[in-house]
């Protein structure tokens, strides 16, 4: 099929280069042209494990183009809206500028029976209001809303091989044409059987924000209990193993420790409460502000951690900061705890040095007052602590008597409870996790 993308940064780029390894004929379109250059160059302007590969592939197969320009839309059947959708300034709300903006500059190119589908998590509600805008243009387009649930590190694989698929498209004719449509950009996972729940705009809406909020609540209410736990004196992690063991919890994603992060899941917990708030039912999802104040408090604690294990002072202390992206396998700093918690020992006079196996240099964009290091042990030498706070397997991996014959005191603060305690402190390690004795 001939496809289109409208807005190709991290859900975009990855959505228009699987589409084309999938077989479509894709056209790739942002405002960027520095972002269109590099893509148009084969280059991926952001790391994800496997993107560059399937970059590279698509464009040589002639299948993938990107560009400025709208009107090379044209023949496309398809348009799929991937444009981001931040938070608002001094505001809990969604921002949907960019949203509105491309379906106005999208539609002067629509024809008749062609079909938008929005892929960006907007507030329930969107997808009406912008199905009607269509209609109202005389086009003859219609609209559907497939959320995209994309985890950052194996987003390839998520698009191409998804878990399920989620169609909201409008009733009669027009939501058959769309599911038919729909149906053959996503035949391979079709055929592979990948669950398929076609669906009503506002569902599918609130599907991805619902998800994203579950998930946020069971990491914060995990780390709920971790606060309860350094208070009473019982370990966070044989709690998560043992109510983990029952079928309707589950032990995924009960991991205590410096909270979550990212482009998603704190600024759509935040818009889903404010979307609440304005349909009158702010009090469904009330619970969601104390799952972020949970969230927040989080990096305080491992700040809190750190200044306690330097004495109480940590001005002058060189403080070994082990990560900088918000999860492993990505570059993306965005409400990043790890780049959260370097920024504050800095700001309590300590000497932080910082590396990360991709995100030094969005960090150093960010927050150049930061000393940086590319390698773990100019990171590590003559420090008085050290704080891991993305789990990275390359910091997973130290070998702890090695790292304690560098470090000028043998200190290790555990942001993401990921380390083996036992041999850290076997070989001389004070040794500081979250919710553990």
């Given at each position: 099929m001939k496809l289109s993308v409208i807005g190709c940064g991290?859900?975009?780029?990855?959505?228009?280069?699987?589409?084309?390894?999938?077989?479509?004929?894709?056209?790739?379109?942002?405002?960027?042209?520095?972002?269109?250059?590099?893509?148009?160059?084969g280059q991926a302007p952001f790391f994800e494990p496997g993107l560059?590969?399937?970059?590279?592939?698509?464009?040589?197969?002639?299948?993938?183009?990107?560009?400025?320009?709208?009107?090379?839309?044209?023949?496309?059947?398809v348009h799929f809206i991937a444009v981001g959708t931040p938070q608002k300034p001094g505001s809990h709300a969604a921002d949907l500028r960019f949203v509105d903006a491309a379906i106005t500059a999208?539609?002067?190119?629509?024809?008749?029976?062609?079909?938008?589908v929005g892929k960006s998590t907007?507030?329930?509600?969107?997808?009406?209001?912008?199905?009607?805008?269509?209609?109202?243009?005389?086009?003859?387009?219609?609209?559907?809303?497939?959320?995209?649930?994309?985890?950052?590190?194996?987003?390839?694989?998520?698009?191409?091989?998804?878990?399920?698929?989620?169609?909201?498209?409008?009733?009669?004719?027009?939501?058959?044409?769309?599911?038919?449509?729909?149906?053959?950009?996503?035949?391979?996972?079709?055929?592979?059987?990948t669950p398929l729940v076609v669906t009503d705009y506002a569902t599918a809406e609130l599907v991805k924000v619902s998800a994203n909020a579950f998930l946020a609540t069971k990491i914060s209410f995990i780390n709920a209990m971790a606060e309860i736990?350094?208070?009473?004196?019982?370990?966070?992690?044989?709690?998560?193993?043992?109510?983990?063991?029952?079928?309707?919890?589950?032990?995924?994603?009960l991991n205590a420790g410096v909270g979550f992060g990212g482009g998603c899941l704190p600024k759509d917990i935040r818009a889903f409460t404010a979307r609440a708030e304005e349909l009158g039912r702010g009090e469904s999802v009330a619970f969601l502000k104390e799952v972020d104040a949970i969230n927040l408090r989080r990096r305080q604690r491992v700040v809190d951690l750190t200044v306690s294990a330097l004495g109480a002072r940590a001005y002058g202390r060189k403080v070994a900061v082990l990560g900088l992206s918000f999860k492993p396998h990505s570059d993306d700093?965005?409400?990043?705890?790890?780049?959260?918690?370097?920024?504050?020992?800095?700001?309590?006079g300590a000497e932080v040095v910082a590396t990360d196996p991709q995100a030094i240099d969005n960090s150093r964009a960010r927050h150049p007052q930061l000393t940086y290091a590319v390698g773990i042990e100019e990171t590590l030498r003559g420090a008085d602590a050290v704080?891991?706070?993305?789990?990275?397997?390359?910091?997973?991996?130290?070998?702890?008597?090695w790292a304690a014959s560098i470090v000028r005191t043998p200190t290790v603060i555990d942001g993401r409870n990921t380390l083996d305690a036992t041999?850290?402190?076997?070989?001389?390690w004070t040794y500081h996790g979250l919710g553990r004795p």
């Open positions: 991290y859900l975009g780029a990855v959505h228009a280069s699987a589409m084309a390894e999938l077989g479509h004929d894709v056209i790739g379109i942002d405002v960027d042209a520095a972002k269109i250059g590099r893509l148009a160059e560059s590969e399937v970059l590279t592939s698509a464009m040589k197969s002639g299948r993938l183009r990107f560009s400025t320009d709208m009107a090379d839309v044209a023949g496309a059947q999208l539609l002067p190119h629509l024809s008749v029976g062609d079909l938008v907007v507030p329930v509600g969107t997808a009406a209001r912008l199905a009607e805008v269509i209609a109202a243009s005389g086009t003859g387009a219609s609209l559907a809303w497939n959320p995209e649930f994309l985890r950052e590190g194996f987003a390839v694989k998520d698009t191409i091989s998804p878990d399920r698929l989620v169609y909201g498209v409008p009733s009669g004719e027009a939501g058959k044409h769309a599911q038919a449509l729909l149906n053959q950009v996503y035949a391979t996972a079709i055929a592979a059987e736990a350094e208070v009473s004196g019982a370990d966070v992690t044989q709690l998560a193993d043992a109510i983990g063991f029952d079928s309707r919890i589950g032990r995924r994603f700093v965005r409400d990043s705890p790890a780049l959260d918690v370097a920024v504050q020992l800095h700001g309590l704080v891991l706070v993305t789990e990275w397997p390359e910091f997973r991996a130290i070998d702890p008597a041999a850290w402190r076997a070989a001389g």
